[in-house]
């Protein structure tokens, strides 16, 4: 190995990130199943009344298990990037679907997109036994594989339609963008995100789920008013089909602007009250009027930008894509550069699940604010966390690292405290 080569110091240094990432997170996952383990036992004294032995016992049969299933999962991919890209089998697939295609950039769009389609197909095996294994063991799966392999094709053609053309321009703008090339594919990518948070609650959400109005009757009432309270501009509160896939729950907004709707799944209306479904809105809505969501977005935008940057100036070294086997060009650099971002993305993650904590903690206050007392929220919280099986004693080094909401000891105490402290 010539370490005086350009080549041979990529190859090093990508190889090093990607085992880098992946033996930290099994250290992670080491620890937080040692933990989970100490406290199987018995219920901690924190969780006594929100669940009892047999449900307590089961979340932690479901947590063990989904990190056994986390570990191989990771392990499968860490594997699949280093046997593809290290060893040129990409390079190879790559350059072969380029020669059938041609040179055009709706060709080389094209390849691209079919070589990183290349990657999903080979993460499903893993995708379906986590839904019709996994989750079915522990009651959450209700979804069939007619409707799995459908959502399967579905998301293939959108993301043929919608990303070719992306990919496309993008291609474009890198030959035709001059020096600053990257400025004007990241205008690109934020018109798209931007434009897509228009469209897709319209014509892609529908396209897996149901979407109907919540029936008129007192939940309606009660979310209208708290809605007109807290100044809430929306176009309706929908109910999803969520039961359709699983029996997890959630709540969401889609759509901007006076366009904006409540999407609350029809297991979270099973699982809750109307006044804890009050809590779980308020919490939402508090997101919107505390800007969470904007902070969010612009500092995915700004992350992306630097992203591009740093492509730039590794597509400008023709060692950074010979060192995988391809040939100088911006589609392999965009390739090569897309499998391994992760490994660096990875140690960001921590600041970006803190940020995201903080804010839940906000969204906490503000919705304990909106209705004048913690308690819904208290109590909507743990539900939520019997009827999915949360893990409740995760390791505090896992958490900070991974966790984008408080544990629901964390949440608990916060909003005991502001009860106190308004008290």
């Given at each position: 190995m010539n370490w005086d080569e350009p080549k041979t110091i990529y190859v090093a240094v990508?190889?090093?990130?990607?085992?880098?990432?992946?033996?930290?997170?099994?250290?992670?996952?080491?620890?937080?199943?040692?933990?989970?383990?100490?406290?199987?036992?018995?219920?901690?004294?924190?969780?006594?009344?929100?669940?009892?032995?047999?449900?307590?016992?089961?979340?932690?049969?479901?947590?063990?298990?989904?990190?056994?299933?986390?570990?191989?999962?990771?392990?499968?991919?860490?594997?699949?990037?280093?046997?593809?890209?290290?060893?040129?089998?990409?390079?190879?697939?790559?350059?072969?679907?380029?020669?059938?295609?041609?040179?055009?950039?709706?060709?080389?769009?094209?390849?691209?997109?079919?070589?990183?389609?290349?990657?999903?197909?080979l993460a499903l095996p893993f995708s379906w036994y986590s839904q019709f294994k996994l989750e079915e063991r522990f009651g959450f799966n209700t979804s069939t594989q007619k409707t799995w392999w459908g959502d399967q094709a579905k998301g293939l053609l959108l993301s043929f339609i919608i990303g070719v053309p992306l990919l496309w321009l993008i291609l474009w703008l890198t030959k035709n963008g001059g020096e600053y090339w990257w400025l004007w594919v990241w205008g690109v990518i934020v018109a798209f995100q931007l434009l897509m948070s228009v469209l897709a609650p319209i014509f892609i959400l529908p396209l897996f789920n149901k979407f109907t109005p919540l029936p008129e009757g007192e939940l309606k009432d009660r979310l209208n008013r708290l809605a007109e309270r807290t100044g809430f501009i929306n176009a309706g509160i929908q109910v999803m089909d969520g039961s359709r896939r699983s029996k997890h729950s959630n709540a969401f907004f889609t759509g901007l602007g006076k366009g904006r709707k409540i999407a609350l799944f029809d297991t979270l209306i099973e699982q809750l009250d109307d006044e804890e479904l009050e809590a779980v809105l308020a919490h939402e809505i508090g997101h919107f009027k505390l800007r969470h969501v904007p902070k969010m977005i612009m500092r995915s935008f700004i992350t992306t930008l630097v992203g591009l940057y740093l492509?730039?100036?590794?597509?400008?070294?023709?060692?950074?894509?010979?060192?995988?086997?391809?040939?100088?060009?911006?589609?392999?650099?965009?390739?090569?550069?897309?499998?391994?971002?992760?490994?660096?993305?990875?140690?960001?993650?921590?600041?970006?699940?803190?940020?995201?904590?903080?804010?839940?903690?906000?969204?906490?206050?503000?919705?304990?604010?909106?209705?004048?007392?913690?308690?819904?929220?208290?109590?909507?919280?743990?539900?939520?966390?019997?009827?999915?099986?949360?893990?409740?004693?995760?390791?505090?080094?896992?958490s900070g690292f991974h966790y984008d909401h408080p544990t629901l000891l964390e949440r608990e105490t916060a909003l005991g405290a502001q009860e106190a402290g308004n008290g």
């Amino acid at each position: 190995m010539n370490w005086d080569e350009p080549k041979t110091i990529y190859v090093a240094v990508a190889l090093g990130l990607v085992a880098l990432r992946y033996l930290f997170e099994l250290w992670l996952d080491h620890l937080n199943t040692r933990h989970v383990k100490k406290h199987a036992n018995a219920i901690p004294e924190p969780f006594k009344e929100i669940m009892d032995e047999q449900t307590y016992q089961k979340s932690v049969r479901y947590t063990l298990a989904k990190a056994r299933f986390g570990t191989m999962s990771d392990t499968y991919s860490t594997v699949l990037v280093i046997g593809l890209l290290f060893f040129g089998t990409i390079a190879i697939v790559f350059n072969s679907i380029s020669t059938s295609l041609g040179e055009s950039h709706f060709a080389q769009a094209t390849t691209l997109w079919a070589v990183l389609w290349l990657f999903s197909l080979l993460a499903l095996p893993f995708s379906w036994y986590s839904q019709f294994k996994l989750e079915e063991r522990f009651g959450f799966n209700t979804s069939t594989q007619k409707t799995w392999w459908g959502d399967q094709a579905k998301g293939l053609l959108l993301s043929f339609i919608i990303g070719v053309p992306l990919l496309w321009l993008i291609l474009w703008l890198t030959k035709n963008g001059g020096e600053y090339w990257w400025l004007w594919v990241w205008g690109v990518i934020v018109a798209f995100q931007l434009l897509m948070s228009v469209l897709a609650p319209i014509f892609i959400l529908p396209l897996f789920n149901k979407f109907t109005p919540l029936p008129e009757g007192e939940l309606k009432d009660r979310l209208n008013r708290l809605a007109e309270r807290t100044g809430f501009i929306n176009a309706g509160i929908q109910v999803m089909d969520g039961s359709r896939r699983s029996k997890h729950s959630n709540a969401f907004f889609t759509g901007l602007g006076k366009g904006r709707k409540i999407a609350l799944f029809d297991t979270l209306i099973e699982q809750l009250d109307d006044e804890e479904l009050e809590a779980v809105l308020a919490h939402e809505i508090g997101h919107f009027k505390l800007r969470h969501v904007p902070k969010m977005i612009m500092r995915s935008f700004i992350t992306t930008l630097v992203g591009l940057y740093l492509l730039n100036l590794l597509a400008q070294q023709p060692a950074f894509v010979e060192a995988f086997g391809f040939t100088e060009g911006y589609a392999p650099a965009f390739l090569v550069f897309s499998l391994l971002a992760g490994t660096v993305t990875f140690w960001l993650t921590p600041i970006s699940s803190l940020w995201s904590r903080k804010y839940e903690f906000q969204a906490d206050a503000f919705a304990a604010n909106a209705i004048g007392t913690s308690q819904p929220m208290i109590t909507a919280l743990r539900k939520l966390n019997r009827e999915n099986l949360s893990n409740l004693t995760p390791h505090p080094l896992y958490s900070g690292f991974h966790y984008d909401h408080p544990t629901l000891l964390e949440r608990e105490t916060a909003l005991g405290a502001q009860e106190a402290g308004n008290g």
